[in-house]
């Protein structure tokens, strides 16, 4: 057997953690859990000191330490009363709280443990700053193994997921993002994330899951559809017990092709669960680690500002490998299969420290070619429906957040980033830069109403007002479009499960090279009758698209 040489520290010694233990090692949280309970916290310590022993930390532009999320910041999706049993629920004290426990379904799948509240705070503190620095521009890829906990409600817990960061990352995403898919790929339907987005046409839900009907969590069948304007913007791929790598990749590319053709995202929300490998304690498929993460690699290809979050996985010496595998998917890098000597190699001596040992084949495929061809005609179905991506109004999501930012305290890295202008974190983007087009610029410009004077030139909007907190009205991409925009209503759930409604009304004009957001559809003024009929083709009564140069 080859001797391996431990490293005597591992990832927390880095500048960018803080020691949580003797010896430059981080302290597991299992302990702090029911031994029993199948989630193992302490596989985001194997993964990160897999991705420091392969050298990935050199190859990230840059990490961070973010800070925990405020209690405001988790009540944008969740309920008051179950945010604030959450900061107040302890081991100690569980016993006089028996009844909100049951209300709130803190039992079993998700047992009270010591700094509960704020290990929750931590991986959404994560996911939103992940979210802020893609609105900010600041990166195109944001990573937080921590995150994705994808089970989580409005009201309660369910799942081992206590608060679910995705939603909040995601309405954190659409202040900025007129679109934002949400993928998830972990063995579990991605219920509490579809729930929350189940009215909305501005978020698009695609889960490939497992699906029988009594498997948790029960949900996902290939026919629900969303409700109300979020009506056929659900996606469901209800999947059969081992299925293995090339029905997975065919389905997978084939069915997120499309998505992304007919909804064309300005964000991606990618959701890695990992109990969806061969042989992990909880699922039931076939995939290796290398299918895995071509899920992954397929996604990134698309070029479209990309949070990538982790979730489910209960074979943890799989996770870490799997999520380090994909960290260095995503950021390019070719690693050797195998794996860095760390003081966690007991966890790997089984599979000869191998970062891709065998994992296929150990389920029998219940899965048919047939049926997946069922899936994919039933999806294809539905994406025609959408009849092109919806055109949105550049408005703050949800309206109640605005002003959020300014009463936070912000960490170190924020105010860093805040003094040297290099984004502000992403609460707020300030544009120096004017294009040509933007402002009325005299009686010969085309882009005046025909009962306009000529006047002096009036500003096309930019907003009205400085942006308040992290969101904006200004897109990502370039492109032109003609006439007035309309202005549909956002839409969000509120606790009685009907919807709310704002509009934010557009300027009247907008022609030209601003940095609109997506696909534009509009009208154009009627002209002067000796105009209609100069030029047949050129009338501008129906609306062209606009076509988008996303900038990453």
Avoid at 131 to 142: E, N, P, Q, V, Y
Avoid at 166 to 176: C, F, G, N, P, W
Wanted: proline share 5%; with cysteine; aromatic share 8%.
């Amino acid at each position: 057997m080859t001797s391996r040489t431990s490293h005597s520290t591992t990832f927390s010694s880095s500048l960018y953690f803080f020691d949580r233990g003797p010896h430059g090692t981080a302290q597991p949280i299992t302990e702090r859990i029911n031994e029993r309970h199948p989630m193992k916290p302490h596989r985001l310590t194997l993964t990160n000191a897999l991705v420091m022993g392969y050298g990935l930390d050199k190859q990230i532009h840059n990490m961070y330490d973010p800070r925990p999320a405020t209690q405001a910041e988790l009540e944008a999706y969740h309920d008051h009363d179950y945010i604030d049993f959450l900061s107040k629920v302890t081991p100690g004290n569980q016993a006089q709280m028996r009844q909100m426990i049951d209300v709130f379904n803190c039992v079993e799948d998700c047992p009270i443990f010591a700094d509960m509240f704020d290990f929750c705070r931590m991986y959404a503190g994560a996911s939103l700053a992940g979210a802020r620095k893609l609105c900010a521009g600041t990166t195109d890829i944001a990573i937080n193994w921590s995150g994705g906990l994808h089970h989580a409600k409005r009201g309660e817990a369910s799942g081992f997921c206590y608060v679910n960061d995705i939603v909040l990352a995601i309405l954190e995403l659409l202040r900025y993002h007129p679109r934002v898919l949400y993928i998830d790929i972990d063995i579990h339907h991605g219920d509490g994330v579809e729930l929350a987005f189940y009215h909305s046409n501005r978020v698009m839900t695609v889960s490939f899951h497992k699906y029988t009907g009594d498997f948790f969590p029960g949900t996902g069948k290939l026919d629900d559809n969303g409700n109300g304007p979020g009506k056929h913007f659900c996606l469901n791929v209800p999947l059969q017990d081992g299925i293995d790598d090339d029905m997975y990749l065919s389905i997978f590319k084939t069915v997120i092709d499309d998505t992304v053709t007919a909804f064309r995202p300005s964000a991606i929300v990618l959701q890695c669960g990992a109990d969806s490998l061969g042989c992990d304690r909880l699922g039931a498929f076939n995939l290796s680690i290398a299918a895995h993460g071509e899920c992954v690699n397929f996604v990134r290809k698309y070029n479209v500002p990309l949070l990538v979050l982790g979730g489910g996985g209960y074979t943890i010496k799989n996770v870490s490998r799997c999520w380090t595998y994909e960290t260095a998917v995503l950021v390019g890098a070719t690693i050797p299969d195998e794996l860095p000597a760390t003081v966690y190699d007991s966890f790997f001596e089984d599979s000869h420290w191998k970062l891709h040992p065998p994992l296929t084949g150990k389920v029998d495929n219940q899965n048919s070619i047939a049926s997946l061809q069922r899936i994919t005609t039933t999806i294809r179905h539905k994406l025609r429906y959408l009849q092109g991506a919806p055109s949105v109004a550049m408005q703050e999501i949800p309206p109640d957040l605005q002003g959020l930012m300014g009463d936070e305290e912000r960490n170190a890295e924020e105010k860093d980033e805040e003094s040297q202008g290099t984004g502000k974190a992403g609460e707020a983007r300030v544009d120096t830069s004017n294009a040509r087009n933007e402002f009325f610029d005299g009686e010969n410009d085309v882009d005046r109403d025909d009962d306009e004077p000529p006047t002096a030139p009036n500003v096309r909007g930019r907003g009205g007002s400085r942006r308040g907190g992290r969101g904006g009205r200004r897109g990502r991409g370039r492109g032109r479009g003609r006439g007035a925009a309309t202005t549909p209503a956002a839409t969000r759930e509120n606790g009685d499960g009907d919807t709310e409604e704002a509009a934010v009304p557009l300027p009247r004009r907008g022609r030209g090279r601003g940095r609109g957001r997506g696909r534009g559809r509009g009208k154009a003024a009627d002209k002067d009758k000796d105009k209609e009929n100069s030029n047949p083709t050129a009338d501008s009564s129906s609306g062209t698209p606009m076509d988008v140069d996303v900038d990453v």
